[in-house]
């Protein structure tokens, strides 16, 4: 009788042991050092719409694995999802350095792709305006930014949150009416 006791919670320790998975790690696009930009002087730029593919779009981390294939990472995910995440980290670091002239940006994220020991990138069409104008853009723009990654995943979150950094200095850069036309990236 005490045999078949045994076996049985060996058994059961066994598949409670097999059930336990790896701990879920979250990261962010909001980078832990702040942008260095002086909110006190400048009102933001508010932004009026936000789209990300969808395949990319939802709390895991999804990173590209060859040509044609998607892997959705079950253990690392982003604190919100991906699009969340990318407002969050915009809404962060753009500034309006002409507090007269209220400004919005609609931003349609075409491709955002991360492959761990090679690259993440972020292809964006972007329009910025003023608020309380007609649909009228100031500019309309396409910027693709590309930084190189390590293999690790938390490599690959660093390498985004710069491409979002270098996303936020050109709308910045734009919004501030120094330049004609859509800086280059």
């Given at each position: ?182 800086p280059s990236a």
């Amino acid at each position: 009788m005490v045999y078949p006791l045994k076996i049985s919670l060996v058994t059961a320790l066994l598949l409670l042991a097999a059930c336990r998975g790896d701990p879920i790690q979250f990261h962010t696009l909001t980078p832990a050092q702040p942008s260095g930009i002086s909110r006190t002087s400048a009102a933001d730029i508010q932004i009026e719409g936000l789209s990300v593919p969808p395949q990319v779009d939802r709390p895991q981390i999804v990173i590209r694995q060859g040509n044609s294939g998607l892997a959705i990472l079950e253990t690392e995910w982003w604190g919100a999802s991906l699009s969340d995440e990318l407002r969050s980290a915009l809404v962060d670091q753009l500034v309006n350095s002409n507090p007269q002239r209220k400004m919005s940006v609609r931003l349609d994220v075409q491709r955002f792709d991360s492959i761990p020991g090679q690259y993440a990138l972020i292809d964006v069409k972007w329009r910025l305006r003023n608020l309380g104008e007609s649909e009228n853009a100031l500019i309309t723009c396409r910027s693709t930014l590309q930084t190189p990654s390590g293999p690790s995943i938390e490599e690959l979150v660093i390498a985004q949150q710069n491409n979002v950094k270098r996303l936020a200095a050109l709308i910045n850069q734009a919004a501030s009416g120094i330049q004609k036309g859509c800086p280059s990236a």
